[in-house]
């Protein structure tokens, strides 16, 4: 957000945009913003949270790249593997991440890929070589994602994880019809056991 004019927020409203459901962890985080947000923009603004939750948070990131005023009065909360999207060949993504004003993070996250201890995979190397079931909760949410870059970097072989230069109805449904959620390998260490 560009610097103020001490009187251009007062008696308005800037709308936070979540890229989340209502209720998650990222909605929590936007929320709680919203409620202290105001306090610290000249003028006090309302802060009024809006949750936009298509695509894995990609919708909300084509909404205020493409739709949203540029004004100040629209500022965004998105998963932290949204700007990434469009470099690993998203055609959802429909938005230059380096072009936005990057504000900060309310939350650092550390992501940790497991498996199932009867699983079949055990080392790094079980997973190039035989499929594993991942799932999220859309084809850019953030555990389909790293399925993503783990198929690229480390060429694993999993299921659910759709290529990121696969049509996005493929995308999709390779990532609705996954019936696990978040199973993946912890690369921190060799073996898992």
């Known amino acids: 957000m560009a610097r103020a004019e001490p009187d251009f927020y007062k008696d308005r409203e800037i709308k936070l ?21 105001g306090a610290h923009i000249p003028g006090n603004p309302t802060i009024t949270p809006q949750n936009m939750p298509a695509a894995g948070g990609i919708a909300a990131a084509n909404y205020l790249f493409n739709v949203a005023p540029r004004d ?8 932290n593997t949204v700007a990434l999207e469009p ?10 991440a380096a072009k936005f004003s990057w504000l900060g993070t ?3 996250e550390v992501a940790v890929y497991i498996v199932w ?3 079949k995979i055990k080392t790094l190397q079980d997973a190039q070589t035989q499929e594993m079931i991942t799932g999220g909760a859309g084809a ?10 783990f198929n690229q970097i480390f060429n694993f072989i999993f299921a659910g994880s759709p290529s990121p230069c696969a049509d996005t ?14 199973l993946s390998v912890d690369v921190s260490r060799q073996p898992v056991s």
């Open 87 to 96: 470099f690993y060949a998203n055609k959802q993504a429909l938005f230059d």
């Open 106 to 108: 309310p939350t650092t």
């Open 117 to 119: 201890h009867t699983s």
């Open 17 to 37: 945009i979540i890229s989340a459901t209502v209720g998650g962890g990222y909605d929590v985080y936007a929320r709680t913003l919203a409620k202290h947000l």
């Open 140 to 149: 850019a949410s953030t555990p389909a994602f790293y399925g993503r870059v």
């Open 72 to 79: 100040g009065t629209v500022v965004g909360l998105s998963q």
């Open 169 to 182: 109805d493929s995308q999709a449904n390779a990532s609705e019809t996954s019936i696990t959620s978040r």
